[in-house]
């Protein structure tokens, strides 16, 4: 890839990595209910989730979502009941207790599980990079490793932009819980976004893929 081609890529994904989307979203509402250990933790789950969907773009799964509505209507809705359920989760959960600082998160490795799957069961991010991805691709050149770099580039920016929104909710995080209700209406207000975006996903067309 020449310097413009891979300018004009770094500036694309920049702008469409900055777009919030499910990813961003789960990121920002973990970051906020549990710190910023759990928001880099979604970064990683998120991050592996989204380089998996270029991995299938690469290989042919938008194909296969192109061609077969229901494939991708299985998965859509598969993803958008994921989210409702994280949001539920967080609604039913018992806010953290005072003597106890870690009352109520969740481990490390299931934010990054819970990551992986909110980028995973979005198939509109598979069909995106397929889209995405060869418009600075080079003719003559093997298609396969063109892919495969530029979705780990991207991923690479997307992961950028997520600490960014990570250090702004932690920023955030202190201020919010200066006022006395704060870890129940933080829960409340996770928890809604998520079910939120669950029933928007699953009702709206084409969307930002993050």
């Known amino acids: 890839m020449n310097t413009s081609t891979l300018v004009a890529f770094l500036a694309a994904s920049l702008v469409l990595?900055?777009?919030?989307?499910?990813?961003?979203?789960?990121?920002?509402?973990?970051?906020?209910?549990?710190g910023r250990a759990a928001g880099v933790?979604?970064?990683?789950?998120v991050a592996c989730g989204n380089?998996?969907?270029?991995?299938?773009?690469a290989l042919g799964l938008a194909a296969l979502f192109?061609?077969?509505?229901?494939?991708?209507?299985?998965?859509?809705?598969a993803g958008a009941a994921y989210l409702i359920y994280l949001g539920i989760r967080m609604?039913?959960?018992?806010?953290r207790a005072?003597?106890?600082?870690?009352?109520?998160?969740?481990?490390a490795g299931r934010v990054f599980r819970e990551g992986v799957l909110v980028a995973l069961l979005n198939p509109k991010t598979?069909?995106?990079?397929?889209a995405f991805l060869p418009q600075f691709m080079q003719a003559?050149?093997?298609?396969?490793?063109?892919?495969v770099m530029l979705g780990a580039v991207f991923v690479l920016v997307a992961a950028t932009t997520d600490l960014c929104y990570v250090l702004l909710a932690t920023w955030l995080a202190p201020r919010f819980a200066r006022a006395g209700a704060a870890p129940r209406w933080g829960r409340y207000a996770s928890g809604g976004s998520l079910v939120a975006l669950g029933v928007a996903s699953a009702m709206a067309g084409q969307r930002s893929p993050r």
């Open 91 to 95: 609604l039913r959960g018992t806010p």
């Open 41 to 45: 933790a979604s970064i990683a789950g």
């Open 66 to 77: 192109a061609v077969s509505s229901l494939a991708f209507t299985v998965v859509k809705y």
């Open 140 to 147: 003559g050149t093997p298609a396969l490793p063109q892919a």
């Open 17 to 34: 990595a900055i777009t919030p989307g499910p990813g961003v979203i789960y990121i920002v509402t973990r970051t906020l209910s549990q």
């Open 98 to 107: 005072q003597t106890s600082p870690v009352a109520g998160r969740a481990p």
């Open 51 to 57: 380089l998996l969907n270029s991995l299938g773009a």
């Open 126 to 130: 598979t069909i995106f990079f397929a």
